[in-house]
C-alpha cells in the first residue's frame, strides 16, 4: 500500500514536474517567438521626444512659441516629488519593486474580463509596459501585443534606472488638450509650472491618462472630480499625503482654463505678428517645417518689443492716412445670421459668442470687432468684442461716416449683422466713444536694423498680420525705384569720379529693339545741364543716373548690385539703373546698412542665438570680438574694443563720400520736408512710374530703417505720391524714437582723404574758408588731386540749343560771397549747353 501512494504521488509529482518544464519551456518559446524582432529598448536611453521651440525676446520673455506635440520636456529632477507620487498611485503603485510587469494587476485584469465576458476590460499596464507601448508598439488589443509590451518592459527596468523610465513615461504620456507630457498639462490645464502645482491639480492630471476626454474638467467635470478624488485617496493610503492634506484637496474644486476660471496661458502671449513668423519660416528652411517645431530650441530674438510698436504703429497710421483719404468703405466682408443677434446662451449675449469666431483681425492695438446690431434713420448701434454696452448702447453716428464717399447715414454702408472694426477713442469706463475703422486694402512693410551688427529691430510686413500673414518686408519683390540710385553711385565713385564730377542732365533717347526707343525722364519733366554727382542724387535725377551708369558700365553697377545683397543676379539693362528690376525691403535695408557702417559686410539676422533642448548655444549670429569685455572697468572716455574680421565691400572713402551726398537728400533734398532728426541722416527716396511703389530707406550711425508702400497688385497710388511724402513720416516717427532708444551721432570719417569746399551747384571749387548755404565740404582721397570743370555725357549727344532749366528758374543766378579773411569770391552760374563738351572724358 505504501508502495501504491508512494508511485502515484511520484507520477503526479513528474507530471507536475513534466507540466512546470513545459510550461516554462511554453513560455520561454513565446517569449523567444515574440522577443526576436523587438524594437532596441536602450535607445530609450537617447530619448529626445517632439518639444516645443519657443522664441524669447531680448528681456528673456517668451514671445511665441511652435509644436507639433505640445510638450515642454522636463528632467527626472525638475518633476517634483508630489507629482511623480500621483501618477505612481493611479498607474502603477510597486513601480519601484516589480520587474517590469505586475503579475496581480494582471491576474485581477483577467479575473475581470472572464467574469463579465469582456464587457469589462481594464488595464493592468506598469508604467514600463506603458512606455513600451507608447514607445514602441501599437495600442491594439491584441494578446500578442501584450506579450511584446512585457518583454520590453522586463528587459527596460533591467537596462534602465527606474528614474529615468519614470522621466520618460511623464514627458510622453498624452493627457488631453494637444498636451503631452506633465509639464505641457500643467500649462494647459491651470497655467502653471510642475513646481507651483497643488495636491488636488496634480491627481487630476494623475487622472488623465486613462481617457483624457472621459476625464474633462467642463463636459465631465463629475468624473474628473470623482477620479482625482481616486488618485488622492490612493496617494494618501501610499503616505504620499497626509490625512489634512487629503481632506482639503478632495473638496476643492476643479478650477481651470477650460472653466475659463484660470487665464490660459497663450494670453500672456503676444499675439503672432511678422517677425516670430520670419523666424519660423527662416529656421524651417534650416531644420525642415516639422524638426524646427519638435527640436525643443529655444531662440533669442533680436526684436526690440517697444521699437516693433513703434514701426507696426507708424506704418499703420501712413497706410490707414491713404486709406481713409480716398474715402471707400469696404469693410470686413463679414457678416452674422440674425438669429445669433438677440437672445442668451448661459447668460451670455448671443451675439458676442457668434462675434468671437469670426475671422476678423484682432492684432491692431485699441482696434475692436464690433457686430451692427441695429440700424436706425441716421445712426447704428453695435456691440464691441470686449465691452459692456454702457448706460446707451454705442453708435456709429453721421459725424464718423465723413471720410466715406457719398455716405451719410450709418445706413448707407451697414447693415444689420455686419462684421466691422472700430477704435477706442477715450471716454469714460462706462461710456467709451469708438470709431469705425477699416483694414486698409493698401500695404506695405518697414523694417529697421543695427548698422554694426545686423540685428533687425523691428519688422513690420504689412497692416495686420492675422488679415495677412504675407511679409511684405522679406517676401515682396518690389521695384525699388530710385531707391536703387545709391548703389550706380557707389559704382562711379569707386570708378574715379567724385562728388563735385559734373553729368549732363539732359534728355536720353535709347533704342531697345524691335523699333522701340526708351526715353528716360527726370520727375519733374525737365532737365537742368551739367550738374555735380552730389545734386544728382540729392534731387533723383534720372538722366544723370542713366548716364552715369553708361560711363561705368551697368555690369560694374550690377556687379556692385550683387555684391552688396539687392540681388542675386541683376540684369543689365539701363532701366535697372534706375531700380526697375524687383527685390526686397530686407535686402535693401541691409545693403544700406553697408554705407552707414564704412562699407563693412554685413548680414542682417532676427535671431541672437539659438540653444538645443539641452541648453547648448547651436547658432550665435555676432562673430565679432571685444577684447576689453572681460574687464570690469575702462578708463574713462574709452570704448571697448571690438575687433571684427567682416569682409569689406566697399572702399570706406567711398561709403564715407556716398553717405555724406545722402545726407543731402535728407536736408535738401527729396527727403527734406519729412525727415528731420537730431543726429545726422542720410537716405534715400524712390518712388517708381505711376507711384506704384514709394520707397524711403535711410540710416543713422548706428540703425538703418526703410519703409515701402504700395498695393500688392501694383496700382498706381495717384498724383502727388512720392517715398518722401508716404514713406518719410513712417521712417521720421520710428527713429525719432530709435535715436531716443540708440543714440546716434557723427558719420566715422576713415582715413586717406582730405575736405575741399564745392559750390554744390556748379561743382566749382570754393576756398576753404568760404561759407554759405550753396558751399560744401566734398571728402577726396589724399593723392587724387580732383579735375574740375569735366563733364561727362555717357556717351549720349546733346543738342545745343535745348530748354535748360536756368539758373534764374532755380534760383540760383551768379552769387558773390565773402570768405572769413574779407575777400570777395564770385560764384559763377551753371554752365550753358555751349559750353559742355559733346563727348564723354574719361
Known amino acids: 500500500m505504501t508502495r501504491f501512494i508512494l508511485s502515484f504521488f511520484g507520477a503526479i509529482f513528474s507530471l507536475v514536474t513534466l507540466g512546470l518544464i513545459m510550461a516554462a519551456l511554453t513560455v520561454g518559446a513565446v517569449f523567444w517567438y515574440y522577443g526576436r524582432d523587438l524594437p532596441d529598448h536602450e535607445s530609450l536611453a537617447q530619448y529626445r521626444p517632439p518639444t516645443i521651440s519657443r522664441i524669447y525676446s531680448t528681456e528673456g520673455r517668451i514671445i511665441d512659441e511652435y509644436a507639433e506635440q505640445r510638450r515642454i520636456y522636463a528632467p527626472a529632477d525638475e518633476i517634483p516629488d508630489l507629482v511623480k507620487n500621483a501618477f505612481i498611485s493611479a498607474e502603477d503603485k510597486n513601480f ?88 505641457a498639462a500643467a500649462q494647459t490645464y491651470f497655467n502653471k509650472n510642475l513646481s507651483n502645482l497643488e495636491p488636488a491639480e496634480a491627481a487630476y492630471l ?62 500672456s502671449l503676444p499675439p503672432r505678428d511678422y517677425f516670430t513668423d520670419e523666424i519660423r519660416r527662416q529656421l524651417s528652411r534650416d531644420f525642415g517645417d516639422e524638426g524646427f517645431r519638435s527640436a525643443g530650441l529655444t531662440i533669442r530674438a533680436t526684436a526690440d518689443p517697444e521699437l516693433q510698436e513703434v514701426a507696426a504703429e507708424a506704418l499703420r497710421e501712413a497706410l490707414e492716412d491713404y486709406d481713409r483719404a480716398a474715402g471707400e468703405w469696404r469693410g470686413t466682408g463679414v457678416s452674422l445670421e440674425a438669429d445669433s443677434l438677440s437672445g442668451q446662451t448661459d447668460g451670455v449675449d448671443k451675439w458676442r459668442i457668434a462675434l468671437e469666431g469670426t475671422n476678423v483681425a484682432r492684432d491692431v492695438e485699441d482696434w ?46 451697414l447693415s444689420v449683422g455686419d462684421v466691422i472694426h472700430v477704435r477706442h477713442e477715450g471716454g469714460s469706463a462706462a461710456d467709451p466713444v469708438f470709431s469705425l475703422r477699416q483694414v486698409p486694402e493698401i500695404q506695405g512693410a518697414f523694417m529697421a536694423m543695427d548698422v554694426n551688427n545686423g540685428r533687425v529691430l523691428a519688422m513690420q510686413g504689412g497692416f495686420s498680420y492675422q488679415d495677412s500673414v504675407f511679409n511684405r518686408a522679406t517676401q515682396a519683390t518690389r521695384q525699388p525705384g530710385s531707391s536703387f540710385k545709391p548703389f550706380v553711385y557707389a559704382a562711379a565713385l569707386d570708378s574715379g569720379f567724385t562728388p563735385a564730377t559734373i553729368i549732363i542732365d539732359a534728355p536720353i533717347e535709347v533704342d531697345v529693339g524691335g523699333g522701340q526707343i526708351w526715353r528716360p525722364k527726370n520727375a519733374s519733366n525737365q532737365f537742368y545741364g551739367p550738374t555735380p554727382l552730389r545734386t544728382g542724387i540729392e534731387r533723383s535725377r534720372n538722366l544723370m543716373t542713366v548716364r552715369l551708369a553708361e560711363e561705368v558700365g551697368m555690369q560694374t553697377v550690377a556687379g556692385y548690385a550683387e555684391r552688396f545683397g539687392v540681388y542675386d543676379d541683376m540684369q543689365p539693362f539701363l532701366a535697372n539703373a534706375l531700380g526697375s528690376q524687383e527685390t526686397t525691403l530686407y535686402r535693401m535695408v541691409a545693403a544700406y546698412a553697408m554705407f552707414a557702417n564704412g562699407g563693412e559686410r554685413v548680414t542682417p539676422t532676427l535671431v541672437d542665438r539659438i540653444q538645443d533642448r ?49 545726407r543731402g537728400v535728407v536736408e535738401r533734398g527729396t527727403a527734406s520736408g519729412t525727415v528731420n532728426l537730431p543726429v545726422p541722416t542720410a537716405g534715400k527716396t524712390g518712388t517708381t512710374n505711376d507711384a506704384k511703389d514709394v520707397w524711403f530707406v535711410g540710416f543713422t550711425s548706428t540703425i538703418a530703417a526703410g519703409c515701402y508702400i504700395g498695393y500688392d497688385l501694383p496700382e498706381p497710388l495717384g498724383r502727388g505720391a512720392s517715398g518722401g511724402g508716404m514713406c518719410g513720416p513712417v521712417f521720421q516717427k520710428f527713429m ?41 565740404a566734398e ?25 535748360l532749366f536756368t539758373d534764374e528758374q532755380l534760383g540760383r543766378s551768379t552769387q558773390t560771397v565773402e570768405t572769413s579773411s574779407g575777400e570777395t569770391v564770385v560764384i559763377p552760374g551753371q554752365a550753358t549747353a555751349g559750353e559742355i563738351s559733346s563727348g564723354g572724358l574719361y
Not at 569735366?790 to 546733346?798: C, K, N, P, Q
Open 96 to 183: 519601484y519593486l516589480h520587474q517590469g510587469f505586475d503579475m496581480r494587476g494582471i491576474a485581477a485584469a483577467v479575473y475581470e474580463a472572464v467574469a463579465t465576458r469582456g464587457e469589462s476590460v481594464r488595464g493592468a499596464s506598469t508604467i514600463p509596459q506603458q512606455v513600451a507601448k507608447i514607445s514602441f508598439l501599437s495600442g491594439e488589443r491584441r494578446i500578442e501585443r501584450k506579450i511584446k509590451e512585457v518583454i520590453l518592459a522586463t528587459r527596460m527596468v533591467n537596462s534602465l534606472p527606474r528614474d529615468k523610465i519614470l522621466e520618460i513615461y511623464l514627458n510622453e504620456i498624452f493627457l488631453g488638450q494637444n498636451a503631452y507630457g506633465v509639464a
Open 206 to 267: 494623475a487622472a488623465l491618462p486613462k481617457a483624457p476626454s472621459t476625464y474633462h474638467p467642463v463636459l465631465e467635470e463629475e468624473r474628473a472630480i470623482a477620479r482625482r478624488n481616486f488618485v488622492l485617496r490612493e496617494m494618501y493610503e501610499n503616505g504620499y499625503i497626509d490625512l489634512a492634506a487629503y481632506e482639503h484637496a478632495r473638496v476643492a474644486p476643479l478650477l481651470t482654463v477650460q472653466s475659463g476660471d484660470v487665464d490660459a496661458f497663450r494670453e
Open 368 to 413: 475692436y470687432p464690433a457686430v451692427v446690431l441695429e440700424v436706425g434713420d441716421s445712426a447704428a448701434r453695435i456691440g464691441v468684442e470686449g465691452w459692456l454696452d454702457g448706460t446707451d448702447g454705442h453708435w456709429i453716428t453721421p459725424d464718423d461716416l465723413r471720410w466715406i464717399s457719398g455716405a451719410r447715414r450709418a445706413g448707407d454702408i
Open 614 to 662: 539641452w541648453g547648448t548655444t547651436i547658432y550665435r549670429h555676432d562673430q565679432r570680438r571685444c577684447e576689453d569685455c572681460v574687464t570690469r572697468e575702462l578708463p574713462a572716455g574709452e570704448l571697448p574694443d571690438i575687433q571684427t574680421n567682416r569682409q569689406q565691400v566697399m572702399n570706406p572713402i567711398t561709403a564715407y563720400q556716398l553717405t555724406s551726398m545722402m
Open 736 to 776: 525719432e524714437k530709435a535715436v531716443e532708444k540708440y543714440g546716434g551721432g557723427r558719420f566715422a570719417i576713415p582715413p586717406g582723404g582730405r575736405f575741399i569746399k564745392i559750390d554744390r551747384f556748379t561743382g566749382a571749387r570754393l576756398p576753404d574758408d568760404v561759407v554759405g548755404e550753396n558751399v560744401v
Open 779 to 803: 571728402y577726396f582721397r589724399e593723392g587724387e588731386e580732383p579735375v574740375f570743370g569735366i563733364t561727362f555725357d555717357g556717351g549720349f549727344a546733346m543738342g545745343a540749343n535745348l530748354p
